[in-house]
């Protein structure tokens, strides 16, 4: 996102204004900071009422698998069917209906604070369809853009004036905000753990030489404001101002790890997946109201049970770290975990030994936030094919977040003319048995 370079009512020269906008532009651009073409959404009220019920969680980690993760390969094995093709053994627990696979021996302990729902379903079987449904709570519409889980979140619980951003996604590509505008945007980091460029000043420049070269970017926007409107330019302002803080907080030192304790990283384990987590752990203790953590390669055509055994290996430590993690510091309680991804795959093996898409019947996870634990929800057949008991649409999942953390659902918001709403008005309800 840029001024108009071109604009000849802007006396300044070009060159001059790349200077002075470099250190702040560069961290927006990097780190696809509040990107998009939303600039003039409309409705970020900050006025916000609290739902009549639930209201106990205040920050969201999304663990989302990228993909679409087979349900038969996780938590709704089907060890007697041949139908599946499924080598793994379960594991047993002490929660009734919990059998995840063998590969996942640190979740299954983490039973009694994890709710399984195995009976999520819908009729997107297409991954760009699946993940907007799975990320939005509403089916995909080309003329309206809804905002994403994250963005909802930063938008009811994330603090205007906090330092770092109040939705920040490790991996993956950005998804916006929409109608919720520009400053709900998810800050991406594509290399977790890595430097971020553009976060720190460049050579030669120290906080006095900032401030003047901000200086000179506020008086020519004004310029511009008086030409053009004020309007684009305030979203424009806030965005460099919030990038601004950020470069200037030792907050943004919660994005990397090496100051933590190596029997920490040692209880996460190693990898990417597990450096992300710990990375999100940091950000929620800070006080970042939603992080997403992507782990990709869930789209298991061929080689599914070799593929799945090694993300499930990827994914089991990490996640059971984390939870017990944040159950240690006392966040767990008012931090929601979710793990889920688009849809699930076929319970029958295709000729390459893959599993196809599904969206017939799949799992998600919950824990914390005001969830309760040692439950499972929903049942299938023995072949994995049909939905037998207590069925779960996605928006009624999406109707359960907002209870959780109170979501002011009755607010009207306007995107191109039309009304719209955080949850969809048209379906779905609360799941009871998750609120307890």
């Given at each position: 996102m840029r001024l108009n370079m071109a604009n000849p009512l802007v006396s300044v020269k070009r060159?001059?204004?790349?200077?002075?906008?470099?250190?702040?532009?560069?961290?927006?651009?990097t780190s696809h900071f509040w990107w998009g073409s939303d600039l003039l959404a409309q409705g970020s009220d900050d006025k916000k009422t609290t739902a009549k019920r639930g209201g106990k969680c205040k920050q969201v980690i999304l663990l989302w698998m990228e993909g679409a993760p087979s349900q038969l390969d996780t938590f709704d094995p089907k060890p007697n069917s041949k139908d599946t093709g499924s080598p793994w053994?379960?594991?047993?627990?002490?929660?009734?209906?919990?059998?995840?696979?063998?590969?996942?021996?640190?979740?299954?302990?983490?039973?009694k604070d994890i709710c399984v729902i195995r009976s999520l379903n819908s009729k997107e079987g297409n991954h760009s369809r699946g993940s907007y449904l799975l990320h939005t709570g509403h089916i995909p519409n080309p003329t309206?853009?809804?905002?994403?889980?994250?963005?909802?979140?930063?938008?009811q619980l994330g603090k205007k004036d906090f330092d770092l951003p109040n939705f920040v996604k490790l991996r993956g590509g950005p998804f916006g905000a929409g109608y919720l505008g520009v400053e709900n945007n998810p800050f991406v980091i594509s290399n977790p753990g890595a430097r971020i460029e553009n976060l720190d000043y460049a050579?030669?420049?120290?906080?006095?030489?900032?401030?003047?070269?901000?200086?000179?970017?506020?008086?020519?926007?004004?310029?511009?404001?008086?030409?053009?409107?004020?309007?684009?330019?305030?979203?424009?302002?806030a965005m460099y101002e919030k990038a601004r803080r950020l470069m200037d907080s030792p907050l943004k030192s919660k994005f990397?790890?090496?100051?933590?304790?190596?029997?920490?990283?040692?209880?996460?384990?190693?990898?990417?997946?597990?450096?992300?987590?710990?990375?999100?752990?940091?950000?929620?203790?800070?006080?970042?109201?939603?992080v997403e953590v992507v782990l990709?390669?869930?789209?298991?055509?061929?080689?599914?049970?070799?593929?799945?055994?090694?993300?499930?290996?990827?994914?089991?430590?990490?996640?059971?770290?984390?939870?017990a993690d944040l159950k240690k510091r006392g966040l767990l309680e008012t931090t929601l975990v979710v793990w889920m991804g688009e849809f699930g795959r076929t319970p029958r093996i295709s000729a390459?030994?893959?599993?196809?898409?599904?969206?017939?019947?799949?799992?998600?996870?919950?824990?914390?936030?005001?969830?309760?634990?040692?439950?499972?929800?929903?049942e299938t057949d023995e072949r994995g094919m049909t939905i037998t008991r207590e069925p779960v649409g996605v928006q009624d999942l999406f109707w359960t977040f907002a209870s959780l953390m109170g979501w002011d659902t009755a607010k009207e918001f306007e995107a191109g003319n039309r009304p719209v709403w955080l949850t969809d008005k048209t379906a779905g309800k609360p799941i009871e048995k998750v609120l307890g």
């Open positions: 060159r001059d204004f790349l200077r002075a906008t470099a250190a702040a532009g560069g961290i927006l651009a053994k379960v594991l047993e627990t002490d929660t009734p209906g919990f059998t995840p696979v063998e590969n996942l021996p640190n979740v299954a302990k983490m039973a309206l853009k809804h905002p994403s889980l994250g963005s909802i979140v930063s938008h050579g030669g420049v120290d906080k006095a030489r900032m401030d003047k070269r901000m200086k000179l970017v506020d008086e020519m926007e004004k310029d511009f404001a008086r030409q053009r409107g004020a309007e684009a330019v305030e979203a424009h302002k990397y790890i090496a100051d933590e304790p190596d029997d920490v990283k040692k209880a996460y384990g190693s990898g990417r997946f597990a450096e992300s987590c710990i990375i999100a752990r940091r950000l929620i203790e800070a006080g970042v109201a939603c990709g390669g869930w789209d298991t055509h061929d080689n599914n049970f070799v593929r799945t055994k090694q993300l499930c290996g990827e994914f089991d430590q990490p996640m059971a770290a984390l939870l390459t030994e893959g599993r196809d898409h599904w969206p017939n019947n799949f799992c998600a996870v919950l824990a914390g936030g005001g969830v309760k634990g040692n439950q499972v929800i929903g």
